[in-house]
């Protein structure tokens, strides 16, 4: 069983930066990992993710100003977002998932919020 915890979520002001931060307990090294976020009333979506072997697949709304990094022997997967829009505002959810989404697990979650 995989465990995922977020860190680094808060209140940031447009144009701001940040950095959420998610560690893995358990064998994570063959799994896709990265960053999802829900705005209220909306779905779940995809921000930025880094397979095992680098590969990473950003949204659209977070290539150039988001980068997502992984430390496989820490079992860590980091999210570094600068130029915050309020449109960012939502919950950011860690993933970790295997190919084809077989085995697939969330964090609790961790809310940012970009407001003046």
């Known amino acids: 069983q995989v465990q995922l915890v977020e860190s680094g979520g808060g209140l940031v002001q447009p144009g701001g930066s940040l950095r959420l931060s998610c560690v893995a307990s358990?064998?994570?090294?063959?799994?896709?990992m990265g960053w999802y976020r829900q705005a209220p009333g909306k779905q779940r979506e995809l921000v930025a993710t880094?397979?095992?072997?680098?590969?990473?697949n950003y949204a659209d709304s977070a290539t150039g100003r988001f980068t997502v990094s992984r430390d496989i022997a820490k079992n860590t997967v980091a999210l570094q977002m600068t130029s915050l829009k309020p449109e960012d505002t939502a919950v950011y959810y860690c993933?970790?998932?295997?190919?084809?989404?077989?085995?697939?697990?969330w964090g609790q979650g961790t809310q940012v919020t970009v407001s003046s």
């Open positions: 358990g064998s994570i090294s063959a799994y896709t």
């Open positions: 993933n970790a998932h295997s190919i084809g989404f077989i085995q697939n697990y």
């Open positions: 880094m397979s095992t072997n680098s590969w990473t």
